[in-house]
């Protein structure tokens, strides 16, 4: 190896060697209750997938059907070969089923943040995170060039005293949080923080990842969860999650999104999504328009699983949401619990450090829709099982 690269063998090394490594599974099937994984059969508790609309027949069917339409490339950026009226669909139907003014695309929730956060804020601005706040949003607000204050997790309090000693510093400030925070399965009290930034008049932008599709009447987002309708400024989304495709979307004022169009960078010079990817989102907001059944379905299976778990034993945090972390603590039991659980036929994820805090490893249970009562049984036979071996549970 020629001597300007070995810097990087010794860097994965040394991954490898503090337990950082990521080895990354092979999937041989489509994302479902059960997946093929390495070759193996498997129980899935680690998708995003949470209504099972990633290989759902009405997506699959639009996707094919826009690719007889319209092809399977964009051509360019929307703002350069125009947009096809596909997208423009989209913009407007997502709007119409969360109950805002106006909404625009993206080809990715990490995207949508990439472009939003710098188009709101920049030098000589402060914005004021949930210390948990995704990577996506740490990324977009250094892209910003805003000066970046951090407040305890979930707590108003502190982010009100963040707000008050240093409001006068700065020309602006954009107020961020995850909406529900995938790592604990909790939820950002956003009636308290609207408050707050109401009370002080500063910018509230919320990243609803992990509640679009999931909380709200039908799904709706963590904006109709707190009936804040026409309140929070700024609500980033993803398709690629409960929706089951692939992009980003931000959600609000007609006159914030106009400005997205005119400013945010990866719309302006990345080009769109695709058009079987397009047709596919708009096949997940009919099939979350016409019946809230598949989200009730998951919110029972969430709530049967986690009462379930409480009964054998287990600690399941502070989860609010179909999110289930199974907390063990040490890092090393956890990846043997996982390890474990994959030989019973159980495929979950182990988090430990840094992803999670020192101390607060843990298995994250992601249940979806797509398990009958059966599967979410075996599962907690599973549980059972490798709990006691490793003494976990009595
Ligand atoms: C997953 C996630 C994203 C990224 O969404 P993609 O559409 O997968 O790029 C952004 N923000 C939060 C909070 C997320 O959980």
């Known amino acids: 190896m020629s001597k300007r690269l070995v810097w990087i063998p010794e860097e994965i090394e040394k991954l490898k060697s503090e337990g950082f490594y990521n080895k990354i599974r092979t999937l041989s099937s489509p994302q479902g209750a059960w997946l093929v994984v390495d070759g193996k059969r498997v129980l899935n508790f680690c998708s995003n997938n949470y209504l099972g ?8 069917s639009a996707a094919k059907k826009a690719i007889d339409d319209f092809g399977v490339g964009p051509g360019a950026v929307r703002s350069i070969a125009g947009t096809m009226d596909l997208h423009l669909e989209l913009e407007k139907r997502l709007a119409t089923f969360k109950g805002v003014e106006a909404c625009i ?26 210390e948990l706040n995704h990577a996506s949003i740490i990324d977009g607000s250094r892209l910003s060039g805003a000066t970046i204050l951090r407040y305890n997790h979930t707590d108003a309090k502190h982010l009100e005293s963040q707000i008050k000693t240093n409001q006068d510093k700065f020309r602006r400030m954009l107020v961020i949080t995850d909406g529900v925070f995938s790592m604990d399965g909790d939820m950002a009290p956003l009636d308290n923080i609207y408050e707050i930034t109401n009370k002080y008049d500063v910018m509230l932008m919320v990243d609803d ?14 904006v109709d969860h707190f009936n804040l309708h026409g309140k929070v400024d700024v609500e980033v989304g993803t398709m690629s999650k409960a929706f089951g495709v ?58 049967y699983f986690k009462s379930e778990m409480k009964k054998l034993g287990f600690d399941t945090g502070l989860s609010q949401t179909p999110i289930t972390p199974v907390m063990l603590g040490d890092a090393i039991l956890a990846r043997e619990f996982s390890r474990e659980l994959y030989e019973e036929g159980v495929f979950a994820m182990a988090l430990g450090f840094p992803t999670v805090p ?16 059966e599967d979410l049984d075996l599962s907690l036979q599973a549980f059972a099982k490798v709990g006691k071996k490793l003494g976990v549970i009595a």
């Open 53 to 60: 609309l990633a290989n759902h027949p009405k997506l699959v």
């Open 105 to 130: 695309s993206f080809q990715s929730g990490f995207m949508a943040n990439l472009a939003t956060i710098p188009c709101l804020v920049g030098k000589g601005d402060a914005i004021i995170s949930d």
């Open 209 to 222: 990842a992990h509640g679009e599709g999931v909380v709200g009447k039908g799904g709706r987002g963590i």
């Open 246 to 303: 692939m992009g980003g979307m931000v959600a609000g004022k007609s006159i914030i999104i106009e400005w997205l169009r005119q400013r945010g960078r990866p719309f302006l010079f990345s080009s769109a999504a695709t058009p079987a990817d397009v047709a596919a989102c708009l096949a997940a907001v009919d099939v979350l328009e016409q019946s809230t059944e598949l989200v009730d379905k998951l919110w029972q299976n969430g709530n």
């Open 358 to 373: 020192l101390g607060k490893a843990r298995i994250r249970v992601m249940i979806s829709a797509t398990h009958s009562k």
